[in-house]
């Protein structure tokens, strides 16, 4: 009897694991099944994610666009001022730094030279000195001479029959001494370098000619170039001649005792200075001519606004 009893605990007890093993069972696979859709749903996500990266950059997901660059665009110009003083035929240098605000991208380059010229007059009779602004001061000049439409044109005029203003003295222009060349005309070569790194704009220094277009239309930039936030724009010029170079031999035509016409008078007719012989003046030139002149050069483009701790992108 007692033998009966246990066999039929024994056989509760087996039904009682059997049915807990197929609840553990259903649970398990149940889990399986939820693990299996979450690994297909993430496989999932990163391939939508992949499929994105791929349409951004052109199909490579490591490449990233100026165009998806994080911030607010904002058209703006990077300018750097260069004085090219009386007879400077050195390297002139000027820098600029990109803004911590975020990146710069430039479109394109241009350059404009402003004429500053002045000259000082000293009487030969009372030593009085008397400074003026030339006619160019102030205005802006050609950055090449490839555009000086006057080159080598000869001068035929000599002496103005009315003279100006009122009875003035006439103006009087010698052939082999007033200059056919646009006056504070520059001519420059020009390199620019990206400060600490290794990404060179050039091999070798830029004709002004070819820094921009006819006079000084802006130059468009083969690809955006991207200076990020603290590099340093360096810029080198090398100008080519000094400004308002005299030239030829036309100095002491007029005989013994004086220099006229004097070697650096060959722009005063174009810069309103009366050239006429000065008899009291002798060997010595009365004027003192000062072609000093101002170089704008820079980008134009537009800064990429991030806001702080951004990151680089």
Known sequence: ?????????????????????????????????????????????????????????GGNPSLQYVENIPGRRVPYDMIATIQVADGTMSELQASLTVSQDGPFVAVARYAFFLSQYSFQYTSPDTGNQTIFNGRSFGRWRPMHSAWDLNDGLPRSEVVQAVP????????????????????????????????????????????????????????????????????????????????????????????????????????????????????????????TRLANGILFIGFHGYRIIQPPGAGQY
């Open 164 to 287: 100006a203003p009122g009875a003035g003295a006439p103006h009087i222009l010698s052939p082999s001494n007033g200059s056919s060349f646009r006056s504070m005309e520059g001519d420059f070569t020009i390199k620019v370098e990206n400060e600490g790194f290794a990404y060179p704009r050039q091999n070798t220094a830029v004709p002004s000619p070819a820094w921009t277009k006819q006079i000084n239309s802006p130059f468009g930039l083969a690809a955006l170039d991207v200076f990020e936030r603290g590099e340093v724009i360096g810029f080198r010029v090398q100008p080519q001649h000094p400004n308002n170079p005299a030239y030829g031999d036309i100095q002491s035509f007029t005989g013994p005792g004086s220099n006229w016409p004097f070697l650096g008078s060959q722009y005063d007719t174009i810069e309103g200075i009366n050239d006429q012989t000065d008899a009291a003046a002798g060997d010595e030139d009365p004027v």
């Open 1 to 57: 009897m007692a033998q009966n009893i246990d066999l039929a605990n024994l056989q509760k007890s087996a039904a009682y694991a059997a049915q807990a093993a197929r609840q553990a069972l259903e649970v398990s696979s149940a889990n399986n099944r939820q693990l299996v859709d979450l690994v297909k749903n993430g496989q999932m996500l990163q391939a939508t994610l992949a499929q994105l990266a791929a349409q951004r950059t």
